[in-house]
């Protein structure tokens, strides 16, 4: 990893660039492969899915035989782990519900908020080195306790044309509606635009490699919602001499050996921990069945000193981490000030896997420094805030003349007329 000592805040933008690949680089792709799926439909799904993923499937959707298969080859304790998973997940965001706000602005003037879930989703689950069915969780859980009425899933097939066991069974357990086996661009293209074998959806959820992230972005010029840009994941920790070096290797390592792309980050007061924890990431490298991919994150990441907890909080706001280890004896001062993060974890027995997994908490987050204007995943993601109104005739009267005011100081003859015929009437 590179050390960097000290260093000056004007070089901190440059020092906390992403290994990331410029829009440009992608964008023509991206927008070859919509256009092809707008105009071709399930034609250029099957077309791309052979070319990306090696495989040609005949059917995309997943047959409720394939899912009985795959439940019945998870083992029990797998299960079981899921099954933990799930209960927290579902806790946590239970939590998150709220009840109608409802207040009289002005006598006669009633307004309130309800919230009503997005009728349809789709979510989009990476598979190839890493098929990650705990994220079917993070975002299937507060999807059906939100009420969405259909939930499409869509991830990668193998080179047997199969989607992993443990997806399908995270799926089923979780209230999926319909499974796809079709990942990448044409994935998210087929969600937006709608196919014959897969439905368009309002909003799409989940993570994916840069091309899905761009796929994802060109998706909200078609009226699609996304969750947000999440692109390779991101991890920093924050450490003094009170973090087990062990520890923090781990966590920087569980990070690293997402994808070549991932970046971690240690922020440090010591350097005598960035000393051992350096140490200690290539020990632990060696025995990584991941080792190819962690080494070639850690080639993208960095071991940074700084001088105080002050100077270490500017540079991690500046960063905007997707997930924030905080391992130091002043935690609450980082807990209390911190301003960009997507999640955050804290103390030396809160590895960031917990969040990954089975805490409660959701791990779709946004990267890539959004998280100074994004959040998480979370309940509210799934649910649209509507607002209601409504006056009587007492209430017209009291913030009538007011809309008359303005709308006239507007030129807007038109909005003045809908209130002054209402006047009117409620003085013949």
Request: hydrophobic share 40%; aromatic share 6%.
């Amino acid at each position: 990893m590179n050390k960097i000592y000290n260093p000056k805040p004007e070089t901190w933008s440059i020092l906390l660039e992403r290994p990331t690949k410029t829009v440009d680089d992608i964008e023509a792709t991206v927008k070859e492969i919509f256009k092809e799926v707008q105009k071709k439909g399930d034609e250029a799904i099957t077309k791309y899915t052979s070319l990306f993923d090696g495989v040609a499937v005949a059917n995309l959707e997943v047959t409720a035989e394939e899912i009985n298969e795959a439940i019945a080859s998870i083992p029990q304790e797998l299960q079981d782990a899921i099954q933990l998973a799930k209960s927290n997940i579902e806790k946590f965001h239970t939590a998150q519900k709220t009840t109608r706000v409802s207040v009289e602005t002005t006598p006669g003037v009633a307004c309130w908020q309800e919230k009503r879930p997005i009728q349809k989703i789709g979510l989009y689950i990476p598979g190839g080195t890493a098929p990650l069915f705990s994220t079917v969780l993070m975002l299937a859980v507060p999807a059906n306790i939100a009420g969405c009425k259909e939930i499409v899933l869509c991830s990668p097939p193998d080179k047997k044309g199969k989607i992993n066991p443990a997806i399908l069974y995270a799926a089923q357990l979780c209230g999926v509606t319909k499974i796809l086996k079709v990942g990448g661009i044409q994935a998210i293209a087929g969600l937006t635009f709608g196919t014959a074998a897969i439905p368009k959806v309002y909003k799409i959820f989940g993570p994916g490699n840069q091309f899905v992230t761009v796929a994802k972005q060109l998706a909200t010029q078609f009226g699609v919602a996304i969750d947000m840009p999440a692109g390779p994941s991101e991890l920093l920790v924050v450490a003094d001499d009170t973090a087990v070096p062990a520890f923090v290797a781990s966590d920087l390592l569980s990070q690293a050996e997402h994808g070549t792309d991932s970046q971690v980050i240690l922020v440090s007061t010591s350097k005598e921990l960035i000393d051992t924890v350096e140490t200690e990431i290539q020990t632990q490298l060696e025995v990584l069945p991941r080792k190819a991919i962690a080494t070639k994150a850690i080639e993208n990441s960095k071991l940074i000193y700084v001088e105080n907890d002050q100077i270490a909080l500017d540079l991690i706001d500046e960063y905007g981490p997707e997930h924030f280890i905080i391992c130091a004896k002043n935690e609450d001062f980082y807990v209390n000030n911190i301003g960009n993060a997507g999640s955050v974890f804290i103390g030396n027995y809160t590895p960031e896997s917990a969040g990954d997994y089975a805490s409660g908490t959701n791990h779709t987050l946004p990267t890539n420094g959004y998280a100074k204007n994004y959040s998480g995943v979370n309940l509210d993601s799934f649910l649209k805030s509507m607002t209601f109104q409504k006056i009587t005739a007492e209430g017209i009267q009291n913030i009538g003349p007011a809309i008359e005011l303005m709308a006239e100081a507007e030129g807007l003859q038109a909005h003045k007329n809908a209130v002054t015929l209402r006047l009117k009437d409620l003085k013949i």
